[in-house]
T-cell receptor, first 111, second 113 residues
Framework: DAKTTQPPSMDCAEGRAANLPCNHS???????VYWYRQIHSQGPQYIIHGLKNNETNEMASLIITEDRKSSTLILPHATLRDTAVYYCIVSYNNAGNMLTFGGGTRLMVKP | AAGVIQSPRHLIKEKRETATLKCYPI?????VYWYQQGPGQDPQFLIS???????DKGSIPDRFSAQQFSDYHSELNMSSLELGDSALYFC????????????FGPGTRLTVT
């Protein structure tokens, strides 16, 4: 699986958009970009995924560059409960695709 | 909605003892993953099963074994426990081949003394 690079930490004001970047320059053509988050010692939680196109769901938006070498997760209106470690993971989608968690961005949402 | 169930939630064992962790996936999920998260570390993949067959193996010690049963629940067996095995153990499940997201359980906190 391709490796990813994320900033170790970010701050965001409550109510503002949080934009979390991720570099995955060695991503292959059929690898997906997944975002998960982990709120203190809880099980990681799936947020969103994408292959080529931008995606949006009730939690977030995912913007993938045209060359697919980087992406940005956008939380449109961050709340205090969004404080967590956010992981960008690149992986194939098949029956056995394990997740390789590395680094991640610790997002602190402040009042 | 039903979630992944893990038991026990907390477990305290002594060195050289054995431990068994159980995972009950979401109904109709046929794929189970096990992850280990040491203190201050990121989750690390241990092993996965799809339709009761082992599908991938990560950094799982030889002292650990796991299996998935006919009802799709899974058990992680850990023997000759060491202090370094103290960690959170997460189980995740998904519908193999057809879905993208893994659903994680609340974890089992294992403390080895």
């Amino acid at each position: 699986d391709a490796k990813t690079t994320q900033p170790p930490s970010m701050d965001c004001a409550e109510g503002r958009a949080a934009n979390l970047p991720c570099n995955h320059s060695t991503i292959s053509g059929n690898e997906y970009v997944y975002w998960y988050r982990q709120i203190h010692s809880q099980g990681p939680q799936y947020i969103i995924h994408g292959l080529k196109n931008n995606e949006t769901n009730e939690m977030a938006s995912l913007i993938i560059t045209e060359d697919r070498k980087s992406s940005t997760l956008i939380l449109p209106h961050a709340t205090l409960r969004d404080t967590a470690v956010y992981y960008c993971i690149v992986s194939y989608n098949n029956a056995g695709n394990m997740l390789t968690f590395g680094g991640g961005t610790r997002l602190m949402v402040k009042p | 909605a039903a979630g992944v169930i893990q038991s026990p939630r907390h477990l305290i064992k002594e060195k050289r003892e054995t431990a068994t962790l159980k995972c009950y996936p979401i109904p109709r999920h046929d794929t189970v993953y096990w992850y280990q998260q040491g203190p201050g570390q990121d989750p690390q993949f241990l092993i996965s099963f799809y339709e009761k067959m082992q599908s991938d193996k990560g950094s799982i010690p030889d002292r650990f074994s796991a299996q998935q049963f006919s009802d799709y629940h899974s058990e992680l067996n850990m023997s000759s426990l060491e202090l370094g095995d103290s960690a959170l153990y997460f189980c995740a499940s998904k519908i193999g081949g057809g879905s993208y997201e893994q659903y994680f359980g609340p974890g089992t906190r294992l403390t080895v003394t």
